[in-house]
């Protein structure tokens, strides 16, 4: 649910406003009307400083994931860090330095090297002793030609020194005096500027300094606490400075008029705040037109779902909130795409894992093993574990044995579910009109869900060759949906233009149809890891004919085979639940979105 907000004018005496400003920021619980953006000069500096800071805390953390993964990779030890001695001011451009200069390194390196292989095929040589040759009246005249153009009778006609023959090509010099007139086939090709042994010592003191320039970061990974700090303070000054220069100055910029929201529930703190700092202020309750912005509270479950919705955007502050609508959903559609059971399993052992071992991951853990509760559930409709079906497997009772849906069975299920999830949508957007606009603007989507319903009890009882409902009931029910979409699709008007507005309002019939295909991706996307894994388990088992190792071999097979399958179903388990919500769920309860986040002035300690 969407918490309710109170609006708060402030009016501040000039001299008072950053005192105030301290209060509420120490206070934590008042988002002021403030700019996220630059406004001038200052601010603009100290975004971009904010973003500095970001970036290298990105980037250092990826080069040293980098250096650690090769180290592994060449089973080398990583060297010993260089702690840097500087203070908590000079580290953000030290880090920026020693980013800089590993780039710098790096691009060195990689052109020495590029560099030495193009001159290792010429062989060793000094420009001194071509020097010495050209002063005795001797010019050297190289070439680097395919050796399918190189010709043997070359040899007799000049004198020609081979030096290398590698890649196809053949590396020579032809010697030619000063008082003789020297030509050629084909033109001379470029000597490079050094020979390759130069550069391999060049490459070595390069790697040295890199090697340098490694330990120094490591030790600048230590220092990442304080800079985070550093950058947290920096941050909070900023936040307060936007909330003062996007105030209102009045009277010569002696009042400054400020406005702010803040939830209903912390009224007593505020207002105790506002009279001990002797503030003029005015409160009132938060209107849509005011733009409030969105806090949402629910219970423990639903806030794990919470970084889901937020993916696509918050809702708009008169909105409902459908997070706790769609998340028994999510977790469900989830286990159905994932399909496996033993997969489930391992997710919430994971998850339990992560709550356990990492109380700073918590909520994702707790995320994760509900999701992997949901993919026990679901695929437990066809008994798949593993990529193997518990009915074929083991002699179970026939009563058991008849729970198991068939693949037949799955495909309608996921419709059936699609279609549960289309009419509910429809259901809470109805009620949700009705409690807060009133009773006729959710007549009409109250109606598209009888009219689903009806159809799909009437093609149901088309393929079971019995009614569901007896006759009068579905005809009741077909006309009465139809007439309440016909007259309550638009709200305003005589009832021709309400009529004409119900007419066309029912071409969005085509749309529930494709809304309810799209549901058929649960069942394709749990039958493909389904799949998958029985093929892992079917490679797995040829292995076990191999003599000595061969139940070892299946073994490693089938954990790392399985871990791949989890790995690529919970792609599509996590991405295509998604949409469905996004799109088909959000559509047809009525999802308006765009609402900003509750964001109160807070204190960041240093």
Not at 222 to 231: F, H, I, S
């Amino acid at each position: 649910m969407i918490t309710r907000m109170n609006k708060y004018s402030f009016v501040v005496f000039h001299k008072e406003i950053t005192s105030f400003l301290l209060e509420l920021q120490e206070l934590g619980m008042v988002d002021v009307t403030r700019s996220h953006k630059a406004v001038d000069e200052q601010s603009k500096e100290a975004l971009d400083t904010l973003k500095r800071y970001d970036t290298a805390n990105r980037t250092i953390k990826s080069v040293l994931k980098e250096i650690a993964d090769k180290a592994n990779k060449s089973g080398s030890s990583l060297p010993e860090p260089v702690v840097l001695d500087a203070d908590d001011n000079s580290l953000l451009p030290a880090v920026e330095e020693l980013l800089e200069e590993r780039t710098s390194l790096l691009e060195a390196l990689r052109d020495t090297k590029r560099l030495k292989n193009e001159a290792e095929p010429w062989g060793h040589f000094r420009y001194d002793d071509l020097q010495r040759l050209n002063s005795m009246g001797i010019k050297a005249h190289f070439y680097a030609l395919n050796s399918k153009r190189f010709k043997d009778e070359w040899k007799e006609q000049y004198p020609v020194v081979i030096l290398n023959e590698t890649g196809g090509y053949t590396y020579f010099v032809v010697l030619s005096t000063d008082d003789e007139p020297f030509s050629f086939d084909y033109p001379e090709s470029k000597l490079p500027e050094n020979c390759y042994d130069e550069y391999e010592d060049e490459i070595v003191l390069i790697e040295k300094e890199l090697n340098g320039n490694i330990r120094r970061l490591q030790g600048m990974a230590l220092r990442l606490p304080d800079m985070a700090r550093k950058r947290e303070v920096l941050a909070s000054a900023t936040d307060l400075y936007l909330a003062d220069v996007s105030s209102v100055r009045e009277a010569e910029d002696h009042i400054i008029v400020m406005e702010g929201f803040a939830p209903v529930e912390s009224d007593n703190e505020i207002r105790e705040l506002l009279e001990r700092s002797g503030v003029i202020y005015l409160k009132e309750k938060a209107t849509v037109d005011d733009n409030p912005p969105v806090k949402l509270k629910n219970n423990f479950f639903v806030r794990l779902f919470e970084p889901i919705g937020n993916l696509y955007m918050l809702p708009k502050y008169d909105e409902l909130d459908l997070t706790p609508y769609f998340a028994p959903f999510y977790m469900l559609f989830f286990g159905l795409c994932l399909g496996d059971m033993g997969y489930g399993l391992v997710l919430a052992l994971l998850g339990t894992g992560i709550v356990l071992a990492l109380p700073k991951f918590k909520s994702y853990g707790w995320l994760i093993m509900f999701l992997g509760i949901g993919a026990i559930l679901m695929p437990a409709l066809n008994g798949t574990f593993f990529g193997t079906k518990l009915g074929e497997v083991f002699t179970l009772p026939d009563a058991i044995n008849s729970f198991f849906f068939s693949d037949l069975k799955m495909f309608w299920f996921a419709i059936i579910f699609g279609i549960f999830q289309i009419v509910f949508a429809r259901t809470i957007s109805a009620v949700y009109a009705m409690i807060h606009k009133g009773w006729q603007h959710g007549i009409s989507n109250l109606g598209w869900a009888i009219l689903v319903t009806v159809l799909a009890f009437m093609y149901a009882s088309g393929e079971m060759g019995r009614s569901i409902l007896p006759p009068i009931v579905t005809k009741i029910m077909a006309g009465l949906s139809v007439a309440m979409i016909l007259f309550f699709s638009k709200t305003e008007g005589n009832i021709f233009k309400r009529l004409f507005g119900g007419i066309t309002s029912l071409y969005d019939i085509t749309g529930f149809f494709g809304d309810m295909l799209s549901y058929i991706r649960l069942f394709g996307l749990g039958t493909a890891g389904a799949i998958l894994g029985m093929v892992i388990n079917s490679i797995a088992m040829q292995f076990t004919g191999i003599p000595y190792v061969g139940w070892v071999v299946t073994v490693l097979f089938l954990i790392f085979g399985h871990i791949f399958v989890l790995a690529l179903s919970c792609l599509g388990a996590f991405v295509h639940p998604l949409r469905l919500t996004f799109v088909e769920f959000y559509k047809n309860s009525g999802f308006i979105g765009g609402g900003k986040e509750y964001r109160p002035l807070r204190k960041k300690d240093n």
